[in-house]
């Protein structure tokens, strides 16, 4: 089983939809949770670090439920420029691996 | 703020050729780590460095060997390059207990 599991998707939504993204991880003893986008040909960055009560940034909203292994990132009123690769990313220790899913690729069209 | 700085950005090696990617950062991390990314793989670690003067094998380690020359150089060689080390090649470091890992541009590597 691989270890951080996403959809791979593509997501085609047209401009100003909410789009949700889901992830599951293996291990349970995992510690730290974060959402990475990246562009086309480009260096993932971080998006937003996850928490257990729940975080948002702005139209962005990260979930995480340790209990099922689960972390979701959701995206409101959805703009062109979110095109992207959006990675989920999970760690057991800092300073050690972090585990990155395949990427849920999303396309914003006008 | 240049962050990681990889180079080069873009190498073309013969199988049987070596090279060294080379990979800084400014920021004081003590963590370095490098990646490759191939289609529909996603990231995989290669070696990471906790600690100057540590290493440690990833998830592919096979046909690469890693230096952590000081805190802030982490390099990768490939001792004799094969066709199935084509690939893109990322360094990161990250900033200890908030465990946010920062990238280099890429370094775009074909092996003929």
């Known amino acids: 089983r691989k270890e951080v599991e996403q959809d791979p998707g593509p997501f085609n939504v047209p401009e100003g939809a909410t789009v949700a993204f889901n992830c599951t991880y293996s291990n349970s003893a995992s510690q730290s949770f974060f959402w990475y986008r990246q562009d086309c040909r480009k260096e993932p960055k971080l998006l937003m670090s996850?928490?257990?009560s729940g975080n948002e940034d702005g139209r962005f909203t990260a979930q995480l439920n340790r209990a099922s292994q689960y972390i979701s990132l959701l995206i409101r009123d959805s703009k062109l420029s979110d095109s992207a690769t959006y990675l989920c990313v999970v760690s057991v220790q800092a300073g050690t691996a972090l585990i990155f899913g395949k990427g849920t690729t999303l396309s914003v069209s006008s | 703020n240049a962050g990681v700085t990889q180079t080069p950005k873009f190498q073309v090696l013969k199988t049987g050729q070596s090279m060294t990617l080379q990979c800084a950062q400014d920021?004081?991390?003590?963590?370095m780590y490098w990646y490759r990314q191939d289609p529909g793989m996603g990231l995989r670690l290669i070696y990471y460095s906790a600690s100057e003067g540590t290493t440690d094998k990833g998830e592919v380690p096979n046909g690469y060997n890693v230096s952590r020359l000081n805190k802030r150089e982490f390099s990768l060689r490939l001792e004799s390059a094969a066709p199935s080390q084509t690939s893109v090649y990322f360094c990161?470091?990250?900033?200890?207990?908030?465990?946010?890992?920062?990238f280099g541009a890429g370094t775009r590597l074909s092996v003929l």
């Open positions: 920021m004081n991390h003590n963590s």
């Open positions: 990161a470091s990250s900033d200890g207990p908030r465990d946010i890992q920062y």
């Open positions: 996850v928490y257990s």
